[in-house]
């Protein structure tokens, strides 16, 4: 099957060799690659001396395509001496130039674009002509390499010192360049997005990549599909984009290649075969690129002298030459633009650089003129312009003439709300509208006090932005009702309306005050519509939402500034930028020129490292951090990758850790038949993770913040770097993702079922029968409380069995819920429910043998009575008080509670009424089993508005008890 | 009503086990002042039952009429205000509270609360005594810093109230607060002893107890006198004629250990970890503290254990146990003891039957 699709591949390839036409040469490489030297040898040879090794071939390739281009081609083509002219020139100003340069530079141009090929100039010649005599083009270009690898400091010193450095220098750019490899491999953006949805390339990072002419690619159209050999869609994409190529979603007949390595038969291969479109291997790809550049890394030193010429002869005639004729053909005015600057431009450069790059920023440099000029949202500005434009027929006329006729347009708007993210040019359209439409527009943003207007002070005589923001508003009512003729139309911008914040008081209600009174259009810009202070701002605006602008439309503004600057970059770098940037147009310019600073061409490389940092802060979500520290590259990946990881969410991640590491086959114990490994890591990772617990309790209890990359190193990265490896299933019917961390629910239950217990346990204490603490309680007595609460009820017969139990509930004024708790507590998974073999109806009896008590019941519970007509929960509860068996110390014990009481929230009337009815209730209980009866209902009575829980009035005379309890349910409920 | 409070002596006079301590407690209490007490001693073993009694011998009936209050104390902090609820049961005479139910917080009961509380002279009515007893609970669970904070307490307002502490065990109670203390020590009673009260219990409930029974449930009972009533009660609703050859059942959740532990004796894999951690949860979420949990856990192991494996698991249950202290998450730690205890055992195993 596999062999069949690469037949099919091979001959799709070479019909698309029939096919695309242009990269011919590449194409009959990669047709017969090793198989014909000869032919081979040939484009082959010239490889061999125009760049050795992978990096400086890459530099010197880069070099090729360079603004620097030209002088490459002088210097390769210095036999035919073709351009002497133009190099004698250059050289001239070479020469000539190199102080003032190096003025220019200090002088920190904005659009120093000339001076980094100046000072290449400048040091390109000293060594050059030092070496004419020794060695030849090789070493020249070598030093040229050597230029291009520090071109981010474009230092004359770096660039002169010896040549060894410069071969170092191209050395560490080829190492410089794996680790950004590699980084793509691990941390590729969006990698993570589609796990479990690819599989990891079969033959993972085996492959070397190939180096190819920057632009061998170019005009070629790709789409991907399944996982390729060796590269990361991710890697592949790039790969591509870096050569020039474009990559597209689905096929369309744009597509000149599929790239696909195994045939999954899925939509895009069905297309691909439906529209013809050639197949291509991860392979073929290669060597495409491959072909379009020297192959092998030759040896350095030997081919010096005669061969390098005559490469350097053969060379420009061959691969390069053309594949620049061929890519230039696309940016021939870039191309065009570039020799003339560098060599008039010098004097242009300073003039512009002096004039203009100073003071202005490309962003304010390039801000659009015409609303054409707008990059994207064209509907949007023509609808801004059409209301701006109406504005005043609309409001204004209508008003003056007939009042009847007011609005006859019933969806119009006094106001314009512009929505959409930073950089996009909202602020701008909003002005370049006015502008044309020749409203002098004023703009309040929030640099300027935007408060609510003080209403004692008419007509904005203070000097608050906001009253003349009102006074705005209203004397352009005034201006415009007296002299229409001037037409001294005004718009009001109000700026970033959703930063009106805590300095800018009801700065939201004023504006729409405003709107409602004003005599002049009023635009309100703001980030996001959907903010909760805008909710009633959306209703009086008419709302546009700016979109982000589309990469293409982006790019090809970039190009046009880039080109403007003469700054070099091919439009597929410049999409790139787009893209990273996320649409907005600002930053990518603010970007732009800060490379402009260092760098006269920007490739697609310098883009894609220069922003990988603000790609990379992303969220990762805690699932997919933990399934990279586990998976089975967890053990790959870097440790800073993995802090990043564990860090993501430090409170979660942990968790999800010690929840799963139990189901990881660790790939780390190898061959482990009988367990026992395995069952060793486990240990070691759940210490580990123990370990992160007590560390977290120095961190939380201690405010030891510095711990909390050490606490992140025991608890997740310990664990997983021991475990990395297969996930399998515990449980049956269990999926194989990873579960929640079970720690935080359980953890709830078990603070839930500790206050249930609490409640349990005061209500024993509260009995007096009973003097221990919690935990006693649990431990020693809830068996055998279970045994004499539910034992009885299956046992005895039903009269006997509800007598007994609730017997014993009232010796220790156990109510209903603390029959549930205890039922609750002991229940265990796997054992019989206590509650098993009780039938029904003595489960009925029972509950209505208490209820029937209760009326008897004193209180005994501590159950902290609710004071009715109190609406906040007083400090000090109001607890039950228990009565001695002694009668004659029931007058002490009284007063005690009335002084306690008093004390407790005398300044209440209610309570004194309690105080008094407690009294009462005392005095006329005298009977010596019966206890307090709190009477709390009629308290309640009294109340009854405000407690209608406690309004049973049938039971008002019996229910006493009835009626502190249910408030005290209602207080538990309430906690 | 449980036998266990039905049968607790009320005075010290009834004392049936710690007959000398009692006598001397009264001899104390009686010969007007009292000093502040700590008691000290293993769960189940009476302290409890003698500071009642004791405080009934000072203040009479009285000190009996409790009543239970929850308050909630606000406490300035320095910057910021703390709220604090503490329930406290109290009569007229005495307080009696717990005060590491605040966790962390303890300092502040201690320092704001409990010295409120001293520095209040009682409003005594009948003149009996100058002071107020306050019964501090679970003092060993007190945090360091709170303890420091008890000690000037204790001297500045000796004058109007009297401190009763009371905890397992006293090496954690600071030298500096035991050496302001008359320490009392209460022993677990001996099995004779507690024989004695079973059929003191017997008697009175007019049970017909088999020769041999009672030592059998006092031999469980692991000398705790609580427990070995309690079993005794629970063995009576079981089965009333008792038999002779009657199983005396362990508590519930001890029943549950004993099943992990054979599940961890038969077996020491991922999948046998990952039950026995649901298991340890359950318990966890039954409000059995983890410390017990562990505890039981050992000694369920160590009986069907190899001798010479024991030593090393003794080390290493005291290891965690000890770190499990220190950390808050206290099911880490346990599951660490369970998985360090199935790979030793597993590599036993594997060495001696290969």
Redesign the interface.
């Known amino acids: 099957m596999q062999s069949d699709i690469r037949k099919w591949f091979m001959k799709k390839h070479d019909k698309g060799n029939g096919n695309a036409a242009k990269p011919e040469k590449p194409n009959t490489a990669t047709s017969q690659p090793e198989t014909s030297p000869p032919a081979a040898a040939s484009p082959d040879k010239p490889v061999h001396e125009s760049g050795e090794g992978s990096g400086r071939r890459k530099t010197s390739k880069y070099f090729a395509t360079d603004s620097q281009k030209p002088k490459d081609e002088k210097e390769i083509e210095c036999t035919p001496a073709k351009r002497k002219t133009e190099k004698s020139r250059e050289e001239l100003n070479c020469d000539v130039k190199p102080p003032s340069a190096k003025r220019v530079h200090k002088g920190d141009e904005d659009e120093d674009f000339v001076l980094p090929s100046l000072k290449k100039n400048s040091a390109k010649d000293t060594p050059t002509k030092k070496l004419k005599s020794g060695s030849g083009k090789g070493i020249a270009q070598k030093s040229v390499d050597s230029d291009e690898s520090d071109e981010e400091v474009p230092d004359d010193k770096t660039v002169k010192s010896p040549f060894k450095a410069a071969g170092r220098g191209a050395g560490g750019r080829g190492a410089a360049a794996a680790p950004a490899g590699g980084r793509g491999r691990g941390g590729g953006r969006g990698g993570f997005m589609n796990f479990g949805e690819r599989k990891d390339p079969p033959h993972k990072g085996e492959k070397e990549i190939p180096e190819g002419a920057p632009d061998c690619l170019a005009g070629l159209t790709f789409v991907i599909s399944g996982t390729l050999d060796s590269l990361e869609r991710e890697e592949a994409e790039d790969l591509i984009k870096r050569h020039g190529g474009r990559v597209t979603g689905s096929v369309s007949k744009k597509t000149n290649y599929l790239l696909a390595d195994e045939d999954i038969g899925g939509r895009k291969s069905t297309k691909a075969k439906e529209l013809g479109t050639a197949f291509l291997t991860e392979d073929g790809l290669f060597d495409l690129i491959r072909a379009s550049k020297p192959a092998k890394p030759p040896v350095r030193e030997e081919p010096k002298k005669k061969t390098a010429d005559k490469a350097v002869e053969s060379l420009p005639k061959r691969s390069p030459k053309k594949v620049e004729r061929k890519d230039q053909g696309g940016s021939a005015l870039a191309r065009k633009v570039g020799p003339t600057n560098s060599a008039s431009g010098v004097s242009l450069a300073k003039q512009n650089g002096q004039t203009v790059g100073h003071s202005l920023t490309w962003t304010e440099k390039y801000r659009p003129k015409l609303p054409n000029d707008i990059i994207g949202n064209q509907s949007l500005v023509k609808q801004l312009h059409d209301w701006l434009a109406n504005w005043n027929e609309q409001f204004l006329h209508t008003a003056k003439k007939g009042k009847g006729k007011k609005q006859n347009d019933g969806g119009a708007k006094k106001a314009v709300l512009i929505s959409g993210t930073p950089g996009i040019g909202k602020t701008t359209s909003a002005k370049v509208v006015s502008q044309m439409l020749g409203f002098q527009a004023i703009e309040v943003n929030a640099s300027d006090n935007r408060g609510k207007a003080d209403a004692k002070i008419f007509k904005g005589i203070g000097g608050s932005t906001a009253n003349s923001v009102k006074e705005l508003v209203s004397n352009e009512a005034l201006s415009a009702n007296l002299d229409r003729s001037k037409h001294s139309k005004t718009v009001l911008i109000m700026d970033e309306v959703d930063g009106m914040s805590a300095g800018d008081r009801g700065g939201v209600a004023d504006l729409i005050a405003s709107i409602k009174i004003s005599k002049i259009p009023i635009i309100c810009i703001c980030n996001d519509r959907y903010s909760q202070k805008l909710k009633s701002l959306v209703n009086y605006c008419l709302v546009l939402t700016f979109r982000k602008p589309t990469k293409q439309q982006m790019a090809k503004r970039l190009l046009q500034i880039a080109n403007n600057e003469g700054l070099q970059v091919n439009e597929i770098a410049l999409e790139e930028l787009a893209e990273r940037v996320n649409g907005d147009m600002r930053m990518a310019l603010n970007q732009l020129q800060y490379m402009s600073l260092s760098m006269s061409v920007i490739k697609y490389d310098d883009i894609r490292n220069r922003l990988l940092n603000s790609a990379k802060d992303e969220d990762i979500s805690p699932f997919t951090a933990v399934d990279k520290l586990f998976g089975f590259n967890g053990g790959k990946l870097r440790m800073d990758e993995r802090i990043d990881l564990s860090m993501s969410d430090p409170d979660l991640v942990p968790l999800i850790i010690q929840e799963n590491y139990i189901n990881y086959v660790p790939s780390f114990a190898g061959k482990d038949d009988n367990g026992i490994k395995r069952m060793n890591l486990l240990a070691r990772a759940a210490e580990s993770i123990a370990d992160g617990d007590i560390i977290n309790v120095q961190i939380r209890r201690y405010r030891q913040w510095q711990l909390s990359q050490t606490s992140s190193f025991a608890s997740c990265i310990i664990p997983a770097a021991l475990l990395h490896g297969r996930r399998e299933t515990l449980e049956q019917g269990e999926r194989n993702f990873n579960r929640f961390g079970g720690w935080l629910g359980k953890n709830s239950t078990v603070g839930k079922n500790l206050r249930l217990l609490e409640d349990v346990h005061a209500h024993l204490l509260a009995s007096r029968e009973y003097n221990s603490d919690r935990e006693t309680l649990r431990v020693d007595y809830f068996t055998l409380l279970l045994k004499r609460l539910t034992e009885p009820l299956q046992t005895l017969s039903k009269d006997e069995a509800v007598q007994n139990v609730v017997e014993l509930m009232d010796a220790y004024s156990i109510n209903q819920d603390d029959f549930d708790t205890i039922v609750e507590l002991s229940k265990f998974q796997g054992h019989r429910n206590p509650l098993d073999g009780i039938p029904p109806a003595v489960k009925a009896a029972l509950t209505k043998a208490y209820k029937q008590g209760s009326s008897l019941r004193v209180v005994r519970s501590a159950d902290l009575i609710t004071l009715p007509g109190i609406k906040k929960a007083p400090k000090k509860r109001v607890a039950a008080m228990l009565e001695p068996v002694e009668d004659t110390l029931a007058e002490e014990d009284d007063d005690a509670l009335a002084e306690s009481e008093e004390e407790n929230s005398s300044d209440t009337e209610d309570m004194e009424n309690i105080d008094k009815q407690l009294k009462m209730d005392f005095q006329s209980n005298s009977s010596k089993g019966i206890q307090v009866k709190l009477d709390l209902k009629n308290t309640g009575n009294s109340n009854a508005k405000k407690t209608p829980a406690n309004n049973s009035k049938e039971s008002s005379q019996s229910g006493q008890k009835k009626g502190g309890r249910g408030s005290g349910a209602a207080a538990k409920r309430k906690r | 009503?449980?036998w266990?409070?039905k049968y607790r002596p009320k005075s010290l006079d009834k004392m049936l086990v710690h007959e000398e301590v009692a006598k001397n407690l009264k001899k104390l209490v009686t010969e007007q002042d009292c000093p502040h007490l700590l008691f000290y001693g293993p769960?189940?073993s009476g302290k409890?039952?003698l500071i009642?009694a004791v405080l009934r011998q000072m203040f009479g009936?009285?000190a009996?009429?409790?009543?239970?209050?929850?308050?909630?104390w606000?406490i300035n902090a320095g910057s910021r205000t703390i709220d604090l609820e503490l329930?406290m049961?109290s009569s007229?005479h005495h307080v009696e509270l717990?005060p590491s139910d605040a966790g962390?917080q303890d300092r502040y009961i201690v320092q704001e609360i409990i010295k409120e509380m001293a520095k209040n002279r009682p409003i005594d009515?009948k003149g009996k005594k100058g002071y107020k007893v306050l019964v501090l609970?679970?003092v060993d669970k007190l945090s360091r810093e709170a303890q420091h904070s008890l000690r000037r307490t204790m001297e500045k307002y000796s004058a109007s109230c009297r401190l009763i502490l009371c905890c397992n065990s006293s090496s954690k109670v600071t030298e500096a607060v035991r050496s302001r203390c008359l320490n009392v020590r209460i022993n677990a009673p001996k099995e004779d002893e507690i024989i004695s009260v079973l059929e003191f219990i017997g008697k009175k409930e007019g049970l017909q107890l088999p020769p041999g029974f009672a030592a059998r449930i006092a031999a469980q009972s692991n000398r705790?006198l609580?427990?070995a009533i309690?079993?005794f009660?629970?063995c009576r609703?079981?089965q009333y004629p008792f038999t002779n050859n009657q199983v005396i059942?362990p508590?519930?959740?001890e029943q549950?250990i004993s099943?992990i532990a054979s599940d961890i004796m038969q077996e020491?894999?991922?999948?046998r970890?990952?039950l026995v951690?649901?298991?340890l949860?359950?318990?966890?979420?039954?409000?059995?503290?983890p410390v017990?949990i562990l505890k039981r856990l050992l000694s369920e192991l160590l009986k069907k254990l190899d001798a010479e494996l024991k030593h090393e698991v003794c080390h290493w249950a005291a290891y965690?146990e000890h770190?499990m202290r220190?950390?808050?998450?206290a099911?880490?730690?346990i599951?660490?003891f369970v998985?360090?205890f199935?790979?030793i055992y597993?590599?036993f195993l594997?060495a001696t039957f290969g």
């Open positions: 009503m449980l266990v409070d769960s189940g409890k039952t009642m009936a009285g009996e009429k409790v009543k239970l209050e929850n308050k909630t606000k329930t049961l007229t717990n962390f009515t609970n679970e705790s609580r427990r309690l079993s009660e629970t609703v079981q059942l508590m519930d959740w549950y099943e020491q894999s991922p999948k970890l990952f951690r649901g298991k949860y359950e318990l966890l979420i039954n409000c059995i503290p017990i965690y770190r220190l950390g808050q998450k099911i880490f730690h599951e660490a998985a360090k199935m790979s597993k590599a594997i």
